[in-house]
Nanobody, 118 residues
Framework: QVQLVESGGGLVQTGGSLRLSCAASGRLPSFNHMGWYRQAPGKQRELVAV???????NYADSVKGRFTISRGSAESTVHLAMNSLKSEDTAVYYC????????????WGRGTRVTVSS
């Protein structure tokens, strides 16, 4: 069983920074990519950033230039550095990991809340 556990959320003022972390545990398969989604109140869950096993990254347009996704020293960890936070970044942030191979399996964490106050 694979578990993803997020940490690092909290309350921050507009313009501030936070760093989210996600660690996978259990019987770990090889992940093709790991990433972050977020869901704001009343909105659908949306992609924030992903990073592949070879380090390729992709970001939502709304966070480009402000957020940076990176892999940890352990392949099963991923971080999201968030700078210049805006009120519209307020959401629950979910870590996700997708396995290699066919069919793929997607794992989700339980989420960590980020609140940006003005």
């Amino acid at each position: 069983q694979v578990q993803l556990v997020e940490s690092g959320g909290g309350l921050v003022q507009t313009g501030g920074s936070l760093r989210l972390s996600c660690a996978a545990s259990g019987r770990l398969p090889s992940f093709n990519h790991m990433g972050w989604y977020r869901q704001a109140p009343g909105k659908q869950r949306e992609l924030v950033a992903v990073i592949t096993s070879i380090g390729t990254t992709n970001y939502a347009d709304s966070v480009k230039g402000r957020f940076t996704i990176s892999r940890g020293s352990a392949e099963s960890t991923v971080h999201l550095a968030m700078n210049s936070l805006k009120s519209e970044d307020t959401a629950v942030y979910y870590c996700t990991a997708v396995t290699m191979g066919v069919p793929t399996t997607t794992y989700w964490g339980r989420g960590t809340r980020v609140t940006v106050s003005s």
